[in-house]
């Protein structure tokens, strides 16, 4: 029992990130009721098939779960009032700012905690009254803070910079590196990329296949004229560093990108024209779990990290 | 106690890496005196200045300290050689294959660590027969490994790969901070820029002092075209981004670097021109420390965080 369990009321401070693409409600709901806190990902659904999962995820667990929203989500307003309307209780936000919504929110009684990539967006959150913040490092996948500043640095730098009970998110997809989270100061974690390669993630099942077979440094940080945005090896991406590495401005870059590549690679499953993203630690998973699967790996493995330390 | 303490004859598991132009006698003899290892820093002194260095290095302390050698050095044969004769016990190497030192070091009976950026040349370690390996990940100041790995993705990898005493290096300047890298399976720390910036560092005191007010994103990996650095901003730094941002070759990157940028920073203070390397964790401290200050926070802190969790 800490501040993160006791905020969302779940047995283990163990968040799955509400990724595009790959978080549905049985991904949210396999969380949820393993114990952990399922997220579905708003940012790759329409408002309809949002409030479709809501359902359904209740459906399938009487345990807490919740939405993640990209603030920059186009019906962003439409969105919300949708999650009032289904009765969620719990919602992240990502990518703008904690002030625009969270009072909206808050109102309603919703639960709320935002993503931050630095100590000085965490120190916005307290302003703007979020409950909880996840603060996310460079290795994660998907989209970035311009810092690059790493997990290890980052949840330090937060813990010291605000009083909100803290998760901790990028590179953690083991027991011991969560452990590593709480070492430093972290009282949870999120985890995205572990979760977005089990069978119940909705990412196409060639992804993931291509995935779980990646080395070291096969996932890198691109896109930094536009939105640093860490994308997995492949044709689309070399054709990015292609063009990165003879200057290509920013306006050439949102050309190739395109629209719509992120579901052409990990939910249609076109490793070649596709925008692949996952986090850096991808590289250490060779085979497709179940989320319980994962979950009992996490808690085992943190509990034999603790006593390990504990004997130091 | 463990293998890391047990290898090199030193209390506490934390080793002060040998950096170019902070690390003479002063610093490591008082890394040394206080329980660490302290390394004299080759990559930057002539051998005749090495040689000096080794010898009041040894007046200053009768505890255990050794000498880090980036395996490029230009007069590598005569550096080694001086350093049989002078007597030195232990010997970090960097930036170069293990496998072509190693096997002359052990002959004359030193111990011998490397350090890698990756599992890959984790292993290399292994077959060369070092006695131990430093995991340096991103966060690092200076050269950097191109696959980009953080220390929390990097240090689990490298215990996966082999079963050889592990020190994590890169992001790591407090005492949770080395708690979460035990959590994440090493067996100890190399820590550089806590110790640059600390008073027995030769670095020129307006180094360090600007390196004290440095806040998140002040550091950045570039020149990867070249050989990835991590710079501090400053003139010079930007300089050299935007070159990189309007697609500059590895020659127009090479020439803009010239020859002796990093004494020009670091050891005369020319922040101007001078190239200014240290590691991502450096935004976190405020203030002018002696060796004996750090020492103490680090063990402090370690022991205090690690209470902490056991009671979690």
Request: charged letters at 20%; glycine letters at 12%.
């Amino acid at each position: 029992m800490n501040r993160i369990t006791t905020l969302f009321g779940i047995e283990h401070p163990i968040v799955q990130g509400g990724m595009v693409w790959c978080s549905g409600w049985r991904l949210a709901s396999a969380v949820s009721n393993a114990g952990g806190l399922g997220l579905l990902g708003a940012g790759s659904m329409h408002p309809d098939m949002l409030r479709e999962h809501i359902r359904k995820c209740r459906a399938a667990t009487d345990k807490p779960f919740g939405v993640n929203v990209p603030l920059m989500y186009p019906q962003i307003d439409e969105l919300m009032r949708l999650i009032v309307d289904e009765g969620v209780r719990i919602v992240f936000t990502s990518a703008g700012n904690p002030k625009t919504w969270t009072p909206f929110l808050k109102e309603h009684g919703i639960t709320v905690a935002h993503v931050v990539s630095s100590a000085k967006f965490a120190r916005k959150c307290q302003e703007a009254g979020v409950d909880a913040v996840v603060a996310e490092g460079f290795e994660a996948g998907g989209h970035n803070g311009r810092e690059e500043t790493t997990t290890l640095c980052l949840i330090p730098a937060v813990r010291r910079a605000v009083d909100l009970p803290l998760m901790a998110a990028g590179g953690i997809g083991t027991g011991r590196a969560m452990l590593a989270a709480m070492a430093l100061g972290a009282e949870g974690v999120q985890i995205g990329t572990r979760f977005a390669l089990t069978e119940e993630s909705s990412a196409h099942p060639a992804f993931k296949s291509y995935a779980l077979s990646l080395e070291e440094g096969d996932t890198k940080l691109l896109l930094k004229k536009l939105s640093p945005t860490r994308l997995v090896k492949g044709a689309f991406r070399d054709a990015v560093e292609e063009a990165e590495a003879r200057g290509a401005s920013a306006d050439e870059l949102r050309e190739l990108l395109g629209h719509g590549r992120a579901k052409t690679g990990m939910f249609e499953g076109d490793l070649v024209n596709g925008e692949l993203e996952l986090g850096q630690v991808a590289s250490m998973f060779r085979d497709m779990q179940t989320v319980d699967g994962v979950m009992q790996n996490l808690i085992g493995e943190y509990e034999a990290a603790l006593q390990e330390l504990a004997h130091y």
